[in-house]
RNA sequence: GGUCCCGUCGUCUAGCGGCCUAGGACAUCUGGUUUUCAGCCAGAGAAUCAGGGGUUCGAAUCCCCUCGGGAUCACCA
């Protein structure tokens, strides 16, 4: 049974890269038929945020990567809440002490400050010194009687190798005395993430544990972790992270990182993913655009690559326009209605639909471009020569008909009538109606507007 | 700094020893359609495959070194 899962930390607004590595745990194990898992790792009780959670899943639900199992929709494995599951790492971590696995420090912060300043300064690795180590038994036993505060640290031996096999770039090899003694249980007994993934995963049946490439430095720990329990390891995947355009971590100071950003810009969920997974990962025929569920019949850790691929929002963009382009007109007259919480008609937003699909690239495009179908804009400052306006209002007065192609056939007379240039002219006429020098077809948009608001709109000016 | 990962057009990538005088997409530029802007159509430029050594009849593809970039080194995840 193929179990993957999200371990997510809810410390803040939903993260694309997050979004990122969801999409590729839901598809592999829907394309296996598995089950795919969101967990919450909320074992900093200073970083949770309250409504982090709910927002998580409000994320999961706009994109449709409903989870199988978590916290709204329990299932055999839960909690799935890792504050509720503090009993179970107690014991797990007390396994290992038992096992001489992990050991009792009670080391003050200070002294560990002190030590990692010292290493830092001679320029080695800051690791823990393995000072309580070789506390005796009954040391220990007094001072956990005398109820002195501990954490329980990870045993890391000596000059051996730790091995670990990435899915994406082989075998991985790592040397102990590059690991340190992780904290695997915090004085306010909660557990750091290594014990509490390790312990869940494994409880959780995970099959593959997904996650970004960040990670993989530390996997030794977990490695040794498995080992020590006698657990079966499941398959490792360190998925590549996104970077911004100078190759770091993508970051908001560089990029749009919030899913509320995307959602707010008017992107299509299902166009997001489309675009996310086409980094690190390519259709075998070179496809660009396609569907979730045609990834999910394609998709195979095996074939992302391992480069951290920079985020284009151009090419975000260009995807989404296509998506618009290819909508049926009135889904995307739903969809902006929509987007704009309903406040235009939706009667005038449906005509505008044919003219301004082909112009959009997000939701957010469509105001700017269509504001003055639902009032009147004037900026006169784009008006050159406003000497014929009123010629232009008698005319338009004449045209029984109000048609487009009627309309533009009374107009294009009137320009020959004035002998003015047909650019100039149309541009003035557009700058009247409008209010702006770019816009839709105009003779299209006067006909959506109506002769009377038309007319009223040259009156005003003229 | 130690450790680990990575390195094909500006960007996302195809490529898995001969089909590569390196293909596609976005972006850029040019022309066409045109009453603006888009869209559409046509075309162009853009990677000495990070560099240097090997291996081989033959290397973007295999090996080694160098360089470059990134990640990580908390009682954070």
């Given at each position: 049974?193929?179990?993957?899962?999200?371990?997510?930390?809810?410390?803040?607004?939903?993260?694309?890269?997050?979004?990122y590595?969801?999409?590729?745990?839901?598809?592999f194990?829907?394309?296996?038929?598995?089950?795919?898992?969101?967990?919450?790792?909320?074992?900093?009780?200073?970083?949770?945020?309250a409504?982090?959670?709910?927002?998580?899943?409000?994320?999961?639900?706009?994109?449709?990567?409903?989870?199988?199992?978590?916290?709204?929709?329990?299932?055999?494995?839960?909690?799935?809440?890792?504050?509720?599951?503090?009993?179970?790492?107690?014991?797990?971590?007390?396994?290992?002490?038992?096992?001489?696995?992990a050991?009792?420090?009670?080391?003050?912060?200070?002294?560990?400050?002190?030590?990692?300043?010292?290493?830092?300064?001679?320029?080695?690795?800051?690791?823990?010194?393995?000072?309580?180590?070789?506390?005796?038994?009954?040391?220990?036993?007094?001072?956990?009687?005398n109820?002195?505060?501990?954490?329980?640290?990870?045993?890391?031996?000596?000059?051996?190798?730790?091995?670990?096999?990435?899915?994406?770039?082989?075998?991985?090899?790592?040397?102990?005395?590059?690991?340190?003694?992780?904290?695997?249980?915090?004085?306010?007994?909660?557990?750091?993430?290594?014990?509490?993934?390790?312990?869940?995963?494994?409880?959780?049946?995970?099959?593959?544990?997904?996650?970004?490439?960040?990670?993989?430095?530390?996997?030794?720990?977990i490695?040794?972790?498995?080992?020590?329990?006698?657990?079966?390891?499941?398959?490792?995947?360190?998925?590549?992270?996104?970077r911004?355009p100078?190759?770091?971590?993508?970051?908001?100071?560089?990029?749009?990182?919030?899913v509320?950003?995307?959602?707010?810009?008017?992107?299509?969920?299902?166009?997001?993913?489309?675009?996310?997974?086409?980094?690190?990962w390519?259709?075998?025929?070179?496809?660009?655009?396609f569907?979730?569920?045609?990834?999910i019949?394609?998709?195979?850790?095996?074939?992302?690559?391992?480069?951290?691929?920079?985020?284009?929002l151009?090419?975000l963009?260009?995807?989404n326009?296509?998506?618009i382009?290819e909508?049926q007109?009135?889904?995307?007259?739903?969809?902006?209605?929509?987007?704009?919480?309903?406040?235009?008609?939706?009667?005038?937003?449906?005509?505008?639909?044919?003219?301004?699909?082909?112009?959009?690239?997000?939701?957010?495009d469509?105001?700017?471009?269509?504001?003055?179908?639902?009032?009147?804009?004037?900026?006169?400052?784009?008006?050159?020569?406003?000497?014929?306006?009123?010629?232009?209002?008698?005319?338009?007065?004449?045209?029984?008909?109000?048609?487009?192609?009627?309309?533009?056939?009374?107009?294009?007379?009137?320009?020959k009538?004035?002998?003015?240039?047909?650019?100039?002219?149309?541009?003035?006429?557009?700058?009247a109606?409008?209010?702006?020098?770019?816009?839709?077809?105009?003779?299209?948009?006067?006909?959506?507007?109506?002769?009377?608001?038309?007319?009223?709109?040259?009156?005003?000016?003229?």
């Amino acid at each position: 049974m193929i179990r993957t899962r999200a371990a997510i930390s809810p410390t803040g607004y939903p993260h694309i890269g997050t979004i990122y590595q969801v999409l590729f745990d839901y598809a592999f194990a829907h394309k296996h038929k598995g089950k795919f898992i969101v967990r919450i790792e909320d074992t900093d009780k200073e970083r949770t945020v309250a409504d982090a959670e709910e927002k998580v899943f409000k994320a999961l639900d706009w994109f449709k990567l409903v989870e199988d199992e978590s916290v709204r929709k329990t299932g055999p494995y839960g909690p799935y809440r890792q504050s509720d599951r503090l009993d179970i790492y107690k014991k797990y971590a007390q396994e290992l002490i038992n096992k001489n696995k992990a050991y009792y420090c009670f080391c003050s912060k200070d002294r560990l400050d002190e030590i990692r300043q010292k290493l830092q300064k001679e320029g080695k690795p800051p690791m823990y010194d393995k000072h309580c180590l070789n506390l005796d038994k009954k040391t220990i036993d007094q001072k956990l009687t005398n109820k002195e505060s501990y954490i329980i640290r990870l045993y890391v031996p000596k000059d051996i190798k730790i091995k670990i096999k990435d899915e994406l770039r082989g075998e991985v090899i790592f040397d102990s005395n590059s690991v340190d003694d992780q904290v695997l249980l915090k004085s306010d007994g909660y557990p750091t993430y290594f014990l509490a993934v390790v312990v869940d995963d494994h409880l959780m049946e995970i099959s593959h544990m997904v996650r970004g490439e960040e990670w993989l430095t530390s996997s030794a720990k977990i490695v040794l972790l498995y080992e020590y329990f006698g657990w079966e390891k499941p398959v490792f995947v360190h998925t590549p992270i996104i970077r911004n355009p100078d190759r770091s971590k993508f970051s908001k100071r560089q990029g749009h990182t919030n899913v509320s950003w995307y959602q707010e810009q008017g992107f299509f969920p299902e166009v997001i993913l489309n675009y996310l997974a086409l980094m690190g990962w390519s259709h075998p025929q070179g496809k660009e655009i396609f569907t979730l569920d045609e990834f999910i019949k394609l998709f195979d850790f095996k074939d992302i690559s391992p480069v951290g691929p920079v985020f284009d929002l151009n090419k975000l963009e260009w995807m989404n326009g296509v998506h618009i382009r290819e909508s049926q007109d009135s889904n995307l007259k739903t969809q902006i209605y929509n987007f704009y919480q309903k406040k235009y008609p939706v009667e005038l937003i449906e005509k505008t639909i044919p003219l301004i699909k082909e112009r959009i690239k997000k939701l957010s495009d469509y105001l700017p471009l269509c504001e003055f179908f639902f009032k009147p804009i004037h900026d006169l400052s784009l008006i050159k020569d406003r000497s014929y306006i009123k010629e232009i209002h008698k005319e338009l007065e004449k045209v029984s008909d109000w048609k487009a192609d009627i309309i533009g056939e009374s107009m294009q007379a009137l320009v020959k009538k004035l002998n003015v240039k047909t650019g100039e002219f149309f541009m003035t006429l557009r700058v009247a109606i409008t209010g702006k020098k770019i816009s839709p077809p105009l003779n299209k948009s006067m006909e959506i507007l109506g002769k009377e608001e038309c007319l009223k709109r040259l009156g005003q000016l003229g």
